[in-house]
């Protein structure tokens, strides 16, 4: 009830706004019809005219104010009687019933039904006062003929009741019209909360597609490097024991090559060292696929990520200090990690090598240069480790290979392409999960999803692994 009680004080002071300006307007307007009809009674009629039009103005600056809210009824009701009662004066003041201004009476009714659009009860009152106003200035002018004065009496009360019934009509539309507007906006408040429910609910879908396609891409990336592993041991078997056979024949050969004569000795001792210096970077892959093939060999404990980095940072503090990179460090205080000490400052020594070689193949500009960020964050059980360079990036094309054995984009000769390889088993030997963003010629970041406690690690899968990006 209250609701519509709202809304029909607004239409009545929109319309009695609208009033105003009328009565503003239209009253002093009217000199002119005076001018023809009484130009006798000129002067007097513009000053009822103006008086009617400035108590016009005074209602439309109440309807500037709160007070609207309280009296719009009454306001509405006197702005329409204002020029009906200096009409009715006029009419006194003029021919009485024989006025012709008594048509200006039914304009005053016919302006409430079209404008100001009142309900039955004040249309009602406002006929019957117009009708009795109307009567009083007859009476008082006293040479009233009563066939024209029955004749106008008539023909207002025929107003009136058309206005009366209009009134009944606006009032039951605006009835209706305020309970399709409400049912309208209940059908926008539930479609909204349906929006909003179908809303979370896509994105609870996406979330869970998101998380099921890393996971897929995950066991892949885990399944192909447990095949990688098994073909890896095997092949290790079968490369070690020609290698042996190589070792020995160039032991014997170095021996015979005392017994040339010297001229031959030096070529012979420079073949024999480029030998001797392949095989050695042949068992050097060979132990890279040891590690490989069996990550996490050394026994987990819960160490200290500040320690792990303070370590590894100081195997790395020359190539940092020679090429001048600027190195940022945000470890949260106090963050544990469950992994082999030894084997994962191996792992991070590989990430900021890697970061080292990136660097030093892009061209900075002015006021720029190059730039590692490292950063750790705790999250459940969980310790987060991000390792960020500002190089040149990875290819969208060769980041899903970068943890694949022997893949690298570096020269031959600088590199086997099994570091992030072995990076990748250690990390996952420990139960963690190692992965890779970047965006070309922007930043590369590799970040290590590793369990802080024993407890942590016995969880099988890491749920807070950052996705793989492939």
């Not at 890279?288 to 987990?300: D, E, N, W």
Request: proline content about 4%.
């Amino acid at each position: 009830m209250q609701a519509y009680s709202d809304y029909e004080r607004r239409i009545y002071v929109r319309h009695l706004e609208v009033g105003s300006y009328l009565v503003m307007v239209l009253m002093p307007a009217g000199v002119v019809l005076d001018y023809f009809v009484y130009r006798e009674h000129l002067l007097y009629f513009s000053i009822l005219r103006l008086a009617s039009a400035a108590l016009g103005g005074c209602v439309w600056l109440v309807l500037r104010t709160k007070l609207r809210d309280k009296i719009h009824r009454y306001l509405s009701l006197e702005l329409a009687l204002m020029p009906a009662f200096f009409i009715c004066w006029m009419i006194y003041a003029s021919d009485g019933a024989a006025s012709t201004y008594y048509a200006g009476l039914n304009l005053v009714l016919l302006s409430v039904a079209l404008v100001m659009r009142w309900s039955a009860d004040l249309s009602i009152v406002a006929s019957l006062c117009v009708i009795l106003m109307y009567l009083a200035a007859c009476s008082f002018h006293g040479t009233t003929k009563l066939g024209i004065l029955v004749n106008n009496l008539y023909f207002l009360s025929l107003t009136g009741i058309i206005v009366a019934i209009s009134g009944w009509i606006h009032q039951t539309l605006r009835i209706r019209e305020f309970a399709l507007n409400y049912e309208l906006d209940l059908s926008k408040r539930e479609l909204e909360t349906t929006n909003n429910k179908l809303s979370d609910q896509n994105l609870a879908l996406e979330k869970a597609n998101r998380e099921i396609k890393e996971t897929q891409m995950q066991l892949v990336q885990s399944e192909k490097m447990s095949s990688l592993g098994r073909f890896s041991a095997g092949l290790m078997h079968d490369i070690l024991n020609p290698l042996n056979y190589a070792r020995t024949g160039l032991f014997v050969l170095r021996k015979k090559n005392r017994k040339l004569p010297p001229e031959s000795q030096a070529e012979a001792d420079t073949i024999i060292n480029d030998v001797e210096d392949g095989l050695r970077r042949v068992n050097e892959i060979v132990s890279g696929l040891r590690t490989f093939s069996h990550p996490g060999g050394q026994a987990p404990e819960e160490v200290d990520v500040a320690e792990l980095f303070d370590v590894a940072l100081r195997f790395v503090s020359n190539a940092l200090n020679q090429r001048h990179i600027t190195l940022k460090l945000a470890l949260a205080p106090g963050q544990k990690v469950w992994a082999g000490r030894n084997n994962f400052i191996t792992v991070i020594v590989n990430l900021l090598e890697n970061s080292f070689d990136a660097l030093g193949d892009k061209k900075f500009s002015e006021g720029d240069g190059p730039r590692i960020e490292i950063s750790s964050r705790s999250e459940g059980g969980r310790s987060l480790l991000s390792i960020r360079d500002n190089g040149p990036g990875i290819a969208p094309q060769n980041l899903p290979k970068v943890f694949d054995p022997f893949f690298t984009t570096k020269e031959i000769g600088k590199g086997t392409g099994l570091g992030l390889s072995i990076s990748f088993g250690i990390v996952k030997g420990y139960g963690g999960a190692i992965t890779a963003a970047s965006e070309p010629g922007q930043f590369c970041e590799f970040t290590l999803d590793l369990p802080a406690t024993a407890a942590a690690a016995a969880e099988t899968t890491p749920e807070h692994a950052e996705p793989l990006r492939l």
